[in-house]
């Protein structure tokens, strides 16, 4: 396991090196710092060059088509919005790897958390905010080019979420068990609310807008893990 775990240490090394030679930072003294990552199998380094801004770069798991990530085609209709995500500064499809502005490491969450009454709701208005943008110029930009268009928060989808919920923190995070009655309550439930939700005008989401997908950078938020937007009901 340890082996392992080093040789796998060291091609993410050598694909991180590769691609500093290619950028140009290679020669200019560039500490490689790992960053915790998210719930998928990019890995996650900011890379402090010696004489200028810092960057972050998102390694995929192996080889990458730029064009054809849902990360990049949602990242540019947003970016049409506008709306603030992070700017791709650059990208090697053999390595794997896309270069990121460097939002730094303050998400809403952590910084409520020492924050004001006063600052908690200019926040929250701000994120607010970028919501009803999101919807509005969305509706307006709504074009079949793009993947958020074409998936939508549909019977199939949300009764999925729903599911989810039941499996991961009913059952898995709060320990309850729950015996068939239970289950088949829920289920009545549920198919109420996905008839309902379903049937409602559609809108361009985000998908997984939360504190933690919303970074702070200079007193301005940032939207973060938006490649799984997609319509869902206004």
């Known amino acids: 396991m340890n082996e392992q775990h080093t040789a796998d240490g060291a091609q993410l090394r050598e694909r991180i090196d590769g691609y500093l030679r290619e950028s140009g930072l290679a020669g200019r003294d560039a500490r490689v710092v790992p ?25 995929h798991a192996g080889p990458i088509d730029f064009a054809s990530l849902p990360f990049a085609s949602v990242g ?55 919501i009803e943008l999101l919807q509005r110029r969305g509706s307006e930009l709504r074009s079949d080019r793009y993947p958020p268009y074409r998936v939508a928060f549909d019977i199939e989808k949300l009764t999925w979420e729903l599911q989810f919920f039941a499996k991961h923190f009913v ?9 068939e009655a239970e289950r088949a309550a829920l289920a ?12 409602e005008p559609r809108v361009l989401c985000h998908r997984d807008y939360h504190s933690r997908n919303l970074m702070l950078r200079e007193g301005s938020l940032y939207i973060i893990d938006f490649q799984d937007a997609r319509m869902g009901p206004d």
Request: charge should be negative.
């Open 35 to 59: 960053l915790t990552g998210d719930a998928s199998d990019r890995r996650y380094f900011r890379i402090i060059p010696a004489d200028g801004p810092s960057i972050v770069l998102a390694l």
């Open 76 to 130: 540019e209709l947003l970016q049409q919005v506008p709306l603030p995500v992070p700017g791709v500064l650059g990208h090697s499809d053999e390595l794997g790897i896309l270069a990121l502005q460097d939002l730094g490491d303050v998400t809403l969450q952590a910084h409520l958390g020492a924050a004001s009454a006063e600052e908690h709701a200019a926040l929250y208005r701000q994120a607010v905010a970028l």
């Open 171 to 179: 059952e898995g995070y709060r320990g309850v068990a729950l015996d």
């Open 188 to 199: 009545g439930e549920w198919a109420a609310i996905v008839d309902e939700l379903s049937g």
